[in-house]
């Protein structure tokens, strides 16, 4: 199926992008955050590989990764105040969201073409979950916009975010 040869694609080079960030960003909070995202990447690299197999046994959930997120932004509105931002790096998150965009329309676009519901069910399941890391990313862009510390985590819409 070429949709999992691009759906493959996006995937990896989303893990090379997020850990590259990571590496050009000082906060730690930040780079726990990047990172993370990175790995998440890298179970659906795994999740998509076994598609391709005609493995559909794979889960691409992570029930812990929500609260890890809230824990690692709670750690970073803290310590907003030691926080050095760069302005510049907010259009490379910017571009990673786009990125994220690009994947969930490509896993419900697939969804809509398939005809196995367990195919179906999975890849609305990846398409959720890119619209949840395009929602993370949106908060540290705001995050990294505001000038005034507080408030940002309290006006963080979390409830978007559901555990997959």
């Not at 994220?100 to 890849?123: F, G, H, I």
Request: aromatic share 6%; hydrophobic share 40%.
């Amino acid at each position: 199926m070429e949709v999992l040869k691009t759906a493959l694609q996006l995937e990896i080079d989303a893990e090379k992008h997020y850990r590259n960030l990571a590496a050009e960003t000082e906060d730690t909070g930040l780079v726990n955050i990047l990172n993370r995202l990175a790995d998440v990447e890298q179970r659906h690299v795994k999740v998509i590989a076994a598609m391709m197999d005609d493995n559909l046994e794979a889960d691409a959930g992570d029930p812990t990764f929500i609260e890890e997120v809230k824990d690692l932004c709670q750690k970073l509105e803290d310590s907003r105040s030691e926080i050095n931002i760069d302005t510049a790096q907010i259009a490379l998150y910017e571009h990673a969201k786009a990125r994220e965009l690009e994947a969930e329309n490509l896993y419900y676009t697939a969804a809509e073409t398939e005809t196995d519901p367990e195919t179906v069910a999975l890849l609305k399941r990846l398409g959720a979950q890119e619209t949840m890391h395009a929602q993370i990313l949106d908060s540290i862009i705001e995050f990294l916009s505001k000038a005034e510390p507080g408030g940002w985590l309290e006006n963080a819409e979390w409830y978007h975010t559901d555990v997959y």
